[in-house]
């Protein structure tokens, strides 16, 4: 029986695992580097199903119940971060993404129908692109 783990080692040189370990690496410190420049948002918009969309500010501490298509979906916004905290969705992905507190970031509950992002930031209402 052939292992293939010394199969795969057989046609990997030292320059093959260097390249590997460097690009590595160098991806790793870029995703922590990319990270540190997100800007904190201002403020969280909640749309609903019905076409309903609020927005709320993140330096105010508070709960909203959204009302969907399954019940109501509880965000919480908390010390600048908002979240999902109780949803009447069947798997509660919502809940499970946790907290959220920079520019673009979104959290989705399909099945409710209720989605939660964050805009603005530091430097205003910063535009992302331009597009003609």
Do not use: W
């Amino acid at each position: 029986m052939i292992n293939r783990s010394t199969m795969f080692r057989r046609y990997l040189t030292k320059a093959d695992t260097f390249l590997i370990v460097v690009l590595t690496v160098i991806s790793l410190a870029a995703m922590l580097g990319m990270r540190g420049f997100a800007l904190n948002g201002a403020h969280v918009t909640i749309e609903s199903s019905d076409g309903g969309i609020v927005e709320l500010s993140l330096a105010e501490n508070r709960e909203y119940a959204v009302n969907g298509p399954m019940g109501d979906t509880v965000v919480v916004i908390e010390d600048g971060a908002v979240f999902i905290s109780d949803s009447p969705c069947p798997h509660h992905y919502c809940e499970r993404m946790g907290k959220i507190r920079r520019r673009g970031e979104v959290i989705v509950c399909v099945p409710n129908r209720v989605i939660v992002s964050i805009k603005g930031g530091d430097s205003g209402e910063a535009l992302d692109s331009v597009t003609q």
